[in-house]
Nanobody, 127 residues
Framework: QLRLVESGGGLVQPGGSVTLSCGAS????????IGWFRQAPGKEREAVSCINKSDGPIYYADSVKGRFTISRDKARNTVDLQMNSLKPEDTAVYYC????????????????????WGQGTQVTVSL
């Protein structure tokens, strides 16, 4: 069974940092483009950041530019999302996903990959 698994969420104070990791079962994440998405209460799911197989990071949402960094940890076979200077509006369930392709179209409006999704991890930014 091909699936993704997120970890690393939790409660963080405003201005704090947290790193999310996306691992996989049944395949190696380094083989494909991987994206991080989030869904806040009452809002649509949106792309946060994506990384292609060979190009490296290819997309950051405007709301996270300069604060979030996506990267691959080849030793751990994960795709990580380092989140700094967190704000209450970053509160959401964060998901990683892949279409099992080398590239993703995360910059396209309303893009949600058709493939494998993780179960999500909650990030809450609050005092």
């Amino acid at each position: 069974q091909l699936r993704l698994v997120e970890s690393g969420g939790g409660l963080v104070q405003p201005g704090g940092s947290v790193t999310l990791s996306c691992g996989a079962s049944g395949f190696t994440p380094n083989t494909y483009a991987i994206g991080w998405f989030r869904q806040a209460p009452g809002k649509e799911r949106e792309a946060v950041s994506c990384i292609n197989k060979s190009d490296g990071p290819i997309y950051y949402a405007d709301s996270v530019k300069g604060r979030f960094t996506i990267s691959r940890d080849k030793a751990r076979n994960t795709v990580d999302l380092q989140m700094n200077s967190l704000k209450p509006e970053d509160t959401a369930v964060y998901y990683c996903a892949t279409e099992f392709m080398e590239r993703m179209s995360c910059g396209d409006k309303d893009y949600l990959p058709f493939g494998a999704w993780g179960q999500g991890t909650q990030v809450t930014v609050s005092l």
